[in-house]
């Protein structure tokens, strides 16, 4: 079923385009109504980032959710995990992340969080969606029954406690120079205090938000900048967040970039020897290199592969027991501690390692060589379906054959835009790139 405001994260897009504070309020009475559930008070916690648009749409979330009778705890800036986390320590029957995650500050969207935790099933959010188009009018509390709101200012220290209660006892970063790059976004407060707390010299980047800022030429999407500031202080490592800080990347004290793959090898490799790694294996999505297949393989470690997104790897992980799972751009999910991803947290487990084996970043971080990937995207007309002519299916097909054992090819439409996606992978990089050139080329052909 196509729905029609939520994605596969939430809702979200332009501020005043698909984002409007009419929305958000109508967003703030249909998940209100829904989850009002037995006859005591409800309460919803709210956080953001550090987007100019925050503002607005929080008031509207705020009148929205009072309206319905429920109590409403503004968090102000915070990392999309402690919304996750205050939520369930709060009791509170909803939560609600106001964010366009790594999108620049021209984009926003709303992200609940049900009273455990977790991201919403998709029929909770398309009962929400019903409810967002009906008529809610008949609904709305009575005047003695409209909701307060209040700004709790507490919640930093507690999500700070939470990330360094995740470490092994007695673990510190005394002597570790560390760059921390929260993306002008919001973990700008949290990331550097707990790094700090924690013993370690912190140089911190990204942690001037102005509201237009977020994730321009920082944070994770971005490493440039901690790559440069990395090198040019001679640092340990360098951490990069991006802006809600639910995704991180870490560069080596060389300067080299360590991606989501070799972070979900790190910790695989860390907790299996610890006895603490559940189910034999982790969770990654069909776009996670086939290097790491092979490095979990060779320790007798699986790799379960699911669609792309950090919702999808989640249910995967929750329905079959797994404990750590993960995408390459960086979303890290421990769910011993956290019910999403955790850029925070995935960082101080690789930092604890560090610590552990007293090596270098490089040495401990670079657990396989990645095989030669490519990824090319072809733009269709809307409404049309390019992947079912006969000539395109030929060349996957043939492309397959040709990749044979050593090799994957990936065919995957985009869930937002006419657009499929190709990527290959394989030990001949001559031969990825000729494979992934054909399909694009009968794509291309099928598309005109």
């Excluded at 092994?168 to 921390?180: C, K, N």
Aim: proline share 4%.
């Amino acid at each position: 079923m196509t729905r029609k405001y939520f994605g596969t994260d939430g809702i979200r897009g332009r501020a005043n385009g698909k984002i409007t504070p009419e929305l958000a309020l109508r967003v703030g009475q249909a998940a209100g109504l829904v989850f009002q559930r037995g006859d005591h008070r409800h309460r919803v916690v709210i956080g953001k980032d550090t987007r100019l648009s925050g503002y607005m749409i929080e008031s509207a979330l705020q009148a929205g959710f009072t309206s319905v009778g429920m109590d409403v705890l503004l968090l102000g800036p915070m990392p999309t995990p402690a919304v996750a986390m205050l939520t369930r320590s709060m009791r509170a029957d909803l939560g609600v992340m106001i964010s366009a995650s790594h999108n620049s500050y021209e984009d926003n969207g709303i992200k609940l969080f049900g009273p455990d935790g977790y991201k919403l099933s998709d029929e909770v959010e398309t009962t929400i969606e019903a409810l967002i188009d009906g008529p809610i009018d008949g609904r709305l509390a009575a005047s003695e029954n409209l909701g307060r709101a209040k700004r709790i200012e507490s919640v930093h220290a507690r999500y700070i406690e939470a990330a360094k209660r995740t470490l092994p006892r007695q673990t510190d970063l005394e002597g570790m120079r560390i760059v921390v790059d929260c993306a002008n976004g919001a973990a700008y407060k949290v990331a550097p205090e707990t790094l700090w707390e924690l013993g370690a010299e912190v140089i911190s980047i990204g942690v001037e938000p102005d509201g237009f800022n977020i994730n321009h030429d920082v944070g994770s999407t971005s490493p440039d900048a901690l790559v440069a500031k990395v090198r040019e202080l001679r640092a340990d490592i360098g951490i990069a967040l991006d802006g809600d800080a639910d995704r991180v990347l870490i560069v080596d004290e060389k300067g080299q970039v360590v991606d989501g793959d070799q972070l979900m090898a790190v910790v695989a490799s860390s907790w299996h020897e610890d006895g603490r790694l559940a189910k034999g294996g982790i969770v990654a999505t069909i776009m996670s290199n086939l290097g790491l297949e092979r490095y979990l393989g060779e320790r007798g470690l699986t790799l379960a592969r699911t669609a792309v997104g950090d919702r999808y790897v989640l249910e995967h992980m929750r329905e079959h027991g797994f404990n750590v799972g993960g995408e390459q751009s960086g979303h890290i999910i421990l769910s011993d501690y956290s019910t999403t991803g955790d850029g925070l947290i995935a960082a101080l487990q690789v930092l604890a390692m560090v610590k552990r084996l007293n090596r270098p970043v490089s040495e401990v971080c670079h657990c396989f060589e990645p095989l030669p990937q490519v990824l090319k995207n072809v733009r269709y007309k809307s409404g049309g379906q390019p992947l079912k002519d006969a000539p395109v299916v030929t060349a996957i097909e043939s492309g397959r054959q040709r990749l044979g054992d050593l090799g994957r090819l990936v065919i995957r439409p985009s869930g937002t835009e006419p657009v499929i996606r190709v990527m290959a992978e394989g030990d001949d990089r001559a031969l990825v790139e000729s494979v992934v050139d054909d399909v694009v080329d009968a794509l291309g052909r099928s598309a005109a």
